[in-house]
């Protein structure tokens, strides 16, 4: 591995165009030829792309709301971070699952990981009308990933079924609100998409 003494530069990083990469191992001094990435576009890949894609859109709506913004940057002191990391960090960690219908006061089963911390973790039924409910099971839900929650939907329409940070709260505010709501989505890695948690209640 090639290596340097220089009286000028005492530490220097980085690439230098597309021809020869320094950094430092272990306080030594390196440079190497640049190398393009490998970027295979496999299909789990993508789908991790698309699920982040989804997440930075949602967080992107919310920040309308300047109040909004400040509830999640708050939550997010003590990971020293911004509200944005946060919620990406935590929509990241998470999947939600739902099956494509079901009937009103009828049980069904969604499942999830949770990447929230599950003492404020809450599953939430956003409907297309903006309309949102709790639908979090009296026992709370479960650290860990492949988790089942039983849930019941009491009016018919179509729902977005969300993990919520219930702590994110603006000033006067109670929950549920649609801004606490993080991710609906899962990771589809056979198609390489992002797979919406929706149902249609009938």
């Not at 729902?159 to 589809?188: E, H, M, N």
Request: hydrophobic content about 40%; overall charge positive; some cysteine.
């Amino acid at each position: 591995m090639p290596k340097w003494s220089s009286p000028i530069f005492t530490d220097i990083r980085n690439a230098l165009g597309e021809s020869v990469v320094f950094a430092n191992w272990k306080g030594r001094q390196y440079f190497r030829s640049w190398v393009k990435p490998a970027n295979p576009r496999t299909a789990k890949q993508q789908a991790n792309r698309d699920v982040l894609k989804e997440l930075t859109k949602r967080y992107q709506e919310l920040m309308a709301d300047a109040e909004v913004v400040a509830a999640w940057n708050k939550e997010a002191l003590p990971y020293t971070i911004t509200g944005f990391n946060l919620f990406i960090k935590f929509g990241m960690a998470s999947n939600v699952l739902c099956p494509a219908t079901g009937q009103v006061n009828q049980p069904f089963t969604v499942t999830y990981d949770l990447g929230i911390p599950a003492n404020k973790a809450r599953l939430y039924a956003i409907k297309t009308d903006g309309t949102v409910i709790d639908v979090t099971p009296a026992a709370g839900l479960q650290a860990g990933k492949g988790k089942t929650a039983q849930i019941t939907i009491t009016s018919a329409g179509t729902y977005d079924i969300f993990l919520a940070d219930a702590d994110v709260l603006k000033p006067g505010d109670t929950p549920p609100k649609a801004y606490q709501a993080i991710t609906c989505w899962s990771r589809d890695n056979i198609n390489g998409v992002a797979k919406r948690a929706r149902i249609v209640i009938s």
